[in-house]
């Protein structure tokens, strides 16, 4: 069953080739369609394009759909094109002629707008869950291990005294960035598309702030072209939110793999977090770690993708923006699952409290201890030729107790203030 179906048939490649993997994507959107089909029944009802009777019958029967989608006995057999035509299919044998009606003062074009902005709305609220839940773990464990002291690099050279209460926060405090992205796409998802049809509107007296009310949007696309626009428009938005966290999970997933190394010996993981080499029985590799890297990379390619998918169609719809679909939802579940698995292994890291006590690491102190040369009344650069010359001479004896303790360093984290930010 085609929506468009006028009596003929498409040739089976044609079909085959224009429906892609749209019936396996819609099983993620079904959900969605059946919440906006409802809310668009009511509202016929309302106006009275169908009966009330009519409309409820509608609603009684689209309830039932969601429990089977619910229960993951839905199923869009390949006689369907997508979720729209099995669904009416399914309304109108069990209900006839009101099934038929479902689809007045709609087209299939705002049905997949309005469906695409439900899910989105949705998956971009468990992502800022999931990022919330990574990061109260990484306040935690920079609360836990603050006064342990890390090496820290500029250039891969040994730099200056860092943290583990740094590094870990420093991440937390990052992923707020992240967060502000996320939720700028879910406020261009908060907007009711229904009600553009084909993206020209409709003659029919439709009444779109009850939909809008109906299915929870902070407010609607007015303007029908712009809601027809909206769609890829919408996918780069949330695809550029899940491409800041991942560029976020990337870097501290490359921290974690260096720092688990034999060479530096930061930090390790249970044995069950790690993987073994089929030759070399002393391995324990990050697997996990260079998976979450190399996914996450892939992820912030994606953004492109749908610019190179959407970039300069003119207004209106065209059929290049079925494949956005294609690209935006395995990119959520990706996200998503590098959000869990990260969560999961963190929570068993275990902390070298013992990294400083090599000798290689007593230039990190270099700075602080010229510091107090500039403290004691030495001008700033009289004091950096003196330090620099007993580095080359070897006569540097670092001075080892140091204090930070303006706002942001080691010494004073402002933890608090950091969570603050999230909760604002």
């Known amino acids: 069953m085609k929506l468009w179906d006028k009596g003929f048939s498409t040739d089976k490649k044609i079909d ?20 906006a089909s409802k809310a668009h029944a009511k509202m016929l009802g309302k106006i009275g394009l169908i009966t009330a009777q009519e409309a409820e019958n509608l609603v009684a029967e689209l309830d039932a759909i969601a429990q089977t989608i619910e229960e993951g006995s839905f199923v869009i057999e390949d006689s369907f094109e997508d979720m729209h035509s099995k669904i009416e299919f399914v309304l ?37 869950s999931e990022v919330k839940v990574l990061f109260n773990l990484l306040l935690n464990l920079a609360d836990k291990y603050k ?19 740094l590094w870990f926060s420093a991440y937390a ?13 879910y406020k261009i998802a908060d907007q009711n598309p229904l009600g553009s049809a084909a993206g020209y509107g409709s003659s029919f007296p439709i009444d779109r702030d009850f939909t809008t009310k109906e299915m929870r949007f902070a407010t609607q696309k007015y303007n029908v072209v712009a809601a027809q626009m909206g769609r890829g428009k919408v996918e780069k938005a949330t695809a550029f939110g899940i491409s800041n966290v991942a560029a976020t999970l990337s870097k501290m997933a490359m921290d974690i793999c260096l720092y688990m190394s034999q060479n530096f010996n930061f930090i390790s993981f249970p044995e069950e977090l790690t993987t073994g080499s089929s030759i070399m029985p002393h391995k324990k590799n990050p697997d996990v770690f260079e998976l979450i890297r190399g996914k996450c990379n892939k ?5 492109n993708q749908l610019i190179l998918i959407t970039n300069n169609l003119p207004s209106g719809y065209h059929r290049d923006l079925q494949l956005v679909k294609e690209v935006i939802i395995p990119a959520i ?4 699952a590098c959000l869990e698995i990260l969560t999961f292994s963190l929570k068993e890291v275990r902390v070298n409290e013992a990294i400083l006590e090599d000798p ?3 230039y990190l102190f270099s700075v602080d201890t010229l510091n107090e040369l500039v403290l004691s009344g030495i001008p700033f650069r009289d004091a950096y030729k003196k330090m620099g010359k007993e580095i080359n001479e070897g006569t540097f004896s670092p001075k080892k107790d140091i204090k930070h303790t303006h706002q942001g360093s080691l010494g004073n984290l402002c933890l608090q203030e950091i969570r ?3 909760i604002d």
Request: glycine letters at 4%; zero cysteines.
């Open 173 to 185: 405090e990052s992923l707020i960035d992240d967060l502000y992205f996320v939720d700028a796409a």
């Open 299 to 303: 992820l912030q390619a994606i953004p």
């Open 92 to 128: 109108t044998e069990k209900l006839g002629d009101t099934g038929k009606k479902i689809h007045t003062a709609r087209s299939r074009n705002d049905q997949v707008l309005v469906a695409m902005h439900l899910y989105l709305k949705d998956e971009l609220q468990e992502i800022k």
């Open 16 to 35: 085959h080739f224009t429906v892609g993997n749209d019936r396996e994507l819609d099983l993620l959107l079904a959900k969605y369609d059946v919440i």
């Open 360 to 362: 290689k690491y007593d």
């Open 420 to 422: 603050n930010k999230l």
């Open 333 to 336: 579940q990706d996200i998503k």
């Open 147 to 165: 006064n342990v002291l890390l090496p820290g690099y500029t250039h891969l050279q040994i730099a200056m005294p860092s943290s583990f209460g």
